[in-house]
């Protein structure tokens, strides 16, 4: 039990395969091509390549369990047993897509973002009367299959705290209903420790020697009672007679009051966010492994290597063990920036993605080694390492020096202190608006994607390698433009989109169209299931040499009368789904992005674009995981999207889109962004949302359609969550809407809910009239 902890490790890897493998393997196995055979197949090679190419870089402690047909929240929610009824199937495979997609008849749990990143999970469903029981055959098997290769493995859970407070309640408990006396996920505690104590026997007698439990909720705020369970949990873990040794990993931040209670509980080894984080404390975890995460697991720089050993030796000296580390899973960068070759090479060499990252890992862990004790280490060096909210995070030195010209520029203007003018008052808006656009009751609009055929995708993949020129590629996009107004206008929508068949992502797009992002070729990364993004670089000050998306807009709106929404990706997303550099303060770089965003705007309203969207899914996923940071990031946050949109006239709607129904906790901000129309995720979460909302003062559609999942929503359905969204909002301010852009569903899917969402929509005008 008390084999010493490996030198180096990661907490976790990406899975998706360096050119999506599983991502196929996956779409063609829910398609139903091809059998679990060959599912089964790709997912092993994916694990064997990790853990060969991990050993073959020279890591020493080798992750397992990290890998996930779909997420690893839904993954431990089936070792607990917590498969809601409506969900089990006889095939187990049947049972856990059930729940991350739904299937006949039931919708999927709901998804959402996983802490400050732009991965999302499956939120378990836990009530008072779930019965947990242990399924260990998914960390088991891949113990085994590791052992197969002639290698050993740490197996990777997300640990029974973090576990229980990213659930919700179950939806008849009562806790469901918001009364604060109701059942809490966190209730159900000491049942899931017991399941966690019997998984640890199984691994204890399979002769594994450390497990790995996530606790990354333990870097938010936490209640008294929310760090008794910490204390509980890991005191009752700790004190079992056979189990293997314990690594408690903490990322995206600083444990700060979670240490100490950690630090009192039996656990061999607590890992550490010194990037994001501070070794504030540290001391307190003398006796144990500190496994150091000097190496970014969130970003794609290259470790400042003097900085990083100053950091581990001042742990070493404070604590005794030091392993080195990343500061969270790979999962949240690409596989390998040696494939990159298109990228400028200056700009190359600053960058590591996962393999790199490893290596680097490696290399701090050998110079740590040939480091002797008692080197004095550079005077408090973790303490000075700054979240991100706050100040340039990471290396200053390092990327200051490569950013090059032009960047001292941006440093001295000081964009958050520029003052905002504001628009005419909302109702001044509202009464110019309904006289321009003469919408009916109950408005019916999108998101602004339409489904993204593969006619469109290999015909940008072709005009990539130069196969087809700009002019067959422009026809190809006008055609879909063609048909998405047309499509629409047979369906009945009020207003309209050009579908942004333009577009491969509604980020990636703008970066390539403005100065100071560089995009990869194969930089994908996990976002949801099988859904990748390819996040830009945003490396230099951004500027847009010209318009961007008004051509488009312009042709679109001059096949319809009805008003085609300009559609726009915000500041903060735009940052937020990008890697950023970090030698300017985060802010400073979505203002730069807010100057491109407010150009775009004057522009499509001069080229007569009535109504404009400007999309800020991420206005949430960024904001600082501690309370005592959100004001100032939504403040300066908020400035930004406002100085992007407030050029507009009293005339043009403003409309904002954002992608998650738990906006309860963030409505004042998005108020403050005083769009015309926010359209907001809904449908998973049955209407919660809209408890919350009530008194929102603007236009809103709540979701009516989950795009998320490939259900088409009946009729019936769509017009009882709006009758029960005309119980909070009046008809005067409702909007009717799907959650999210169309473009992963099929047309098929997305004409017959749109039929039936239109039709709802009629029903309820009649009602109203
Ligand atoms: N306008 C974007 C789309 O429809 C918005 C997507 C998003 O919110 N993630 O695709
Ligand atoms: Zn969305």
Redesign the pocket.
Known sequence: MTSSFPASTVPGYPRIGPDRELKRALESYWEGRTGREELEATARRLREDTWRRLTALGLEGLPSNTFSYYDQVLDTAVLLGAVPERYRRDDDLATYFAMARGAEGVAPLRMTKWFDTNYHYIVPEIGPDTVFSLDAAKPLAEVREARALGLETRPVLVGPVTFLLLAQAAPNSPGSAGSPEGFVPLDRLDDVVEVYARLLAELAAEGVGWVQLDEPALVADRTPAELAAVETAYGRLGRLENRPALLVASFFGDLGEALPVLAGTPVEAVALDLVRGTAHGVDALAGKTVVAGVVSGRDVWRTDRERALATLLAVRERAGRVAVSTSCSLLHVPYDVERETGLDPVLRRRLAFAEQKVAEVVELAHLLAATPDGRPPRNDAPDRLQPRHDAPGGHPAQSCAASGPGHSAAHDRSHTSRAVEGRAPYAVRAAAQAEHLKLPLLPVTT???FPQTGELRRARAALATGEIGEVAYESMVRAEIERVIALQERLGLDVLVHG?PERND?VQYFAEHLDGFAVTRHGWVQSYGSRCTRPPILHGDVRRPEPVTVRWARYAQSLTSKPVKG?LTGPVTIVAWSFVRDDLPLREVVHQVADAVREEVGDLEEAGIRVIQV?E?ALRELMPLRRAEQAAYLEWAVAAYRWATSGASEHTQIHT?L?YSDADQILAAIDALDADVTSIESARSRGRLLGAVGAFPRGLGPGVYDIHSPRVPGVDEVEHLLTGALRTVPAERLWVNPD??L?TRSYEQVEAALANVVEAAARLRERQA
């Open positions: 998101i602004g994607s942004e509604m559609m999309d899914p889109h992608c999210c852009g473009k």
